[in-house]
């Protein structure tokens, strides 16, 4: 393992890295596509329909293809979806479609072995492939787990063989979701259980002399997968391992809630240089997938030729220490910091400030008749006017921001409060007794001006960077002021020009710009907030409109489990598997349900991660067959085979019984 790896894991998980550059993992195969080691990042996504429709798979694999999948997963639950890979893979050839094929099997065994002989790769779930989930708490002698161990060994071997001398991969997925009772009852629902369930079978592989392998660990929860992935390379680096890392977030939705989901679990890791293979999964059509995929990626060939070409200045780093810690701030007047949630900044100032109906698009709908304003629970925490004064009367829990040039005018400061450069803050005679916002950046930290830093308890830092590799360097920022002894609590400002989210995917992909906008700022922001940096969002892109930036700055609260201020939905993206229409029936759930806050509710198209993933949701709907319904409460099944005409109806019923369900406003 070369010097790269060592420096990334110094200081414990690789959330350290301040400088960026890819973990180098060894290469592995996969038909003409290789992964690993100095090849791209590469991009994979799913089909959704059934296998045994040929036909149908063939022509969906090639509109995931042409949408820039460079692997294609095709489920194979049983021997004859197996079997039927073959025809796929020979109409695919017909066509001029030379895309490696990857099988997902999960609960049978000798479907795999069939698949391993026909296509490029093939996809086990630790959890699944030779162990069993039914929620069982069991207790193992050193022995009786030995005995499991071999147990495994028998049943995983002769998958590796057929591979070894087919020269077929295997990734090896882990889900959070499907743990098996095995490991959850040594681990318990962690990371430690998740990494220790991969290992066991590359532990196999490796004794078999087979090295071809990639490895996965998904969750529905970004922070869950995030952290079982930086454990997973510590592991490995500790056993002499560098396998590529194939990056997903599962079950992670759709739309913006999708994208952001994905981007703050995979755009994390990318941060660190972590990831080979990436799959966005999207409860949409799979070849929307490959270009949010592409947008998230090449983000990161573009800062690795950028700094080939002009090397990234050095961060700053006062006390030489880089691991990161969680950050505990100390609340300011109940406006920030401490134990609150994190407080969210929009830019009005460029909005027509003679208009109260403005305020409508972050939270603040005004009734004329009545002459007041209704919040809700996506209502803004601070509007930054800069140097423009409203023409209209403010809600009374809408706190605004002016520069502190423009705030000395006012004559009512009733709600209003200044914001500072460093130099401004420390020359002003007059500041505000509630609280006092300052513009800083991790470079201010070895200034003159940061040394006359007058440290008061209504002192609130807004972090700013310029630096190409930006979120480490806010990231060290807090060590540093960690390392000084500092609490003030810490706003995240980032600034976004049209030209950040130019680049080559831009015809591939229909939603630019949004959805770029959507991905970068997931990543920056939540890459810091999942690792409990931060006291505050703000989001600085002028192109976007504000309704646009409100929802967004939601949206990574709500993904990094920082603040919750809507329904969640654990919806997967659909497979061969899938019972019934997945896009169709999470719509249909959300215009139900979408005003129950703080609910996560699973939506889920067969058995396979299902009841895993009703663990991490309060309920949860599970294909069980045709037009059958099982419903959860928690990992806990309610009600099993409810038609699909009343499975919603049902779900509503068991949330009202449990004294949880409001009537929408």
């Known amino acids: 393992m070369d010097a790269t790896n060592s420096i990334l894991l110094q200081g414990g998980y690789c959330n350290s890295k301040t400088t960026y550059s890819r973990f180098l993992t060894r290469e592995v195969t996969i038909g003409n596509v290789p992964m690993g080691a100095h090849h ?9 329909i059934d296998t045994m429709d040929t036909l149908g798979s063939i022509e969906q694999t090639i509109r995931m293809v042409d949408a820039g999948c460079e692997y294609v997963r095709i489920t194979a639950p049983s021997i004859k979806e197996a079997e039927n890979l073959a025809n796929i893979k020979k109409g695919l050839l017909a066509r001029g479609y030379d895309v490696p094929l990857v099988a997902d099997i999960h609960f049978t065994p000798n479907a795999a072995e069939v698949a391993a002989r026909i296509v490029e790769k093939v996809r086990i779930n630790p959890g699944n492939y030779a162990d069993k989930k039914k929620f069982d708490q069991l207790a193992y002698t050193e022995a009786s787990y030995q005995a499991e161990l071999d147990r495994i060994y028998s049943k995983f071997s002769p998958l590796v063989k057929i591979c070894k001398e087919y020269g077929t991969a295997i990734r090896i997925g882990t889900n959070h979701g499907s743990l098996s009772d095995r490991i959850m009852s040594q681990y318990g629902d962690t990371p430690e259980g998740m990494v220790e369930s991969a290992l066991e079978f590359i532990r196999i ?3 078999l002399n087979y090295y071809n392998l990639v490895v996965s660990m998904k969750s529905s929860n970004p922070q869950v997968m995030v952290q079982a992935y930086r454990l997973l390379v510590e592991k490995m680096f500790a056993e002499n391992m560098n396998y590529p890392l194939h990056l997903g977030v599962t079950e992670a939705g759709d739309g913006e809630d999708g994208r952001i989901k994905s981007a703050v679990g995979i755009g994390t890791l990318l941060e660190d240089g972590l990831g080979d293979t990436v799959r966005v999964s999207l409860t949409e059509e799979p070849e929307f997938e490959a270009p949010v995929a592409i947008a998230l990626v090449n983000r990161y060939s573009k800062r690795a030729n950028q700094l080939e070409q002009n090397p990234a200045r050095e961060i700053l780093n006062l006390s030489g220490n880089t691991e990161t810690k969680p950050f505990d701030s100390t609340e300011v007047n109940a406006f920030v910091g401490g134990s609150l949630v994190p407080r969210i900044i929009v830019d009005l100032s460029r909005q027509n400030l003679k208009d109260a109906s403005i305020l409508t698009h972050v939270g603040y709908r005004y009734d004329v008749l009545n002459d007041k304003y209704h919040m809700g629970d996506q209502s803004i925490d601070f509007a930054f006017f800069g140097d423009e004064l409203p023409s209209f009367t403010l809600p009374g829990n809408l706190k605004v921001l002016y520069n502190y040039s423009t705030w000395l005018t006012l004559a009512n400061k009733t709600n209003a409060h200044p914001v500072y450069t460093l130099k401004e803050y420390n020359q002003s005679e007059v500041k505000d007794s509630f609280i006092n916002l300052v513009h800083i950046s991790n470079e201010d930290l070895s200034t003159s001006d940061f040394e006359e830093l007058l440290v008061n308890d209504s002192l609130v830092f807004i972090l700013e960077t310029t630096h190409e590799h930006g979120m480490a360097e806010q990231r060290q920022f807090f060590n540093n002021v960690q390392s000084i002894g500092l609490t003030n609590p810490v706003i995240i400002k980032r600034s976004y020009a049209p030209q950040d989210f130019s680049g080559p995917n831009d015809i591939m992909n229909p939603e630019e710009p949004i959805s770029k906008i959507q991905l970068y700022t997931a990543t920056d922001f939540g890459a810091l907030l999942i690792d409990g940096l931060g006291d505050g969002i703000w989001i600085d ?16 609260l709500q993904a990094t489990r920082s603040r919750i201020s809507k ?3 654990i919806s997967c ?13 999470t719509q249909m759930i959300r215009s139900r349900t979408n005003h129950l806050k703080g609910l996560k509710i699973a939506i889920m198209g067969c058995i396979v991660n299902g009841p895993g993933e009703m663990a991490d949701a309060d309920y949860g709907y599970v294909g069980a067959g045709p037009d059958k319904i099982t419903l959860y409460r928690g990992k806990e099944v309610v009600k099993r085979n409810v ?3 009343k499975a919603l109806d049902e779900l509503i019923g068991i949330i009202q019984d449990d004294g949880l369900w409001i009537d929408e406003e």
């Open 40 to 48: 791209p990042i590469r991009i994979q996504s799913m089909t959704t």
């Open 205 to 207: 592989c490796e004794d």
């Open 541 to 556: 892109t002028p192109a976007t409109p504000i309704e646009n930036i409100a929802s967004l700055s939601f949206g990574i």
């Open 567 to 569: 329904t969640e939905y």
């Open 573 to 585: 993206p659909s497979c061969g598997r899938t019972l019934f229409d997945l896009q169709e029936t």
């Open 643 to 645: 038609t699909s005409a």
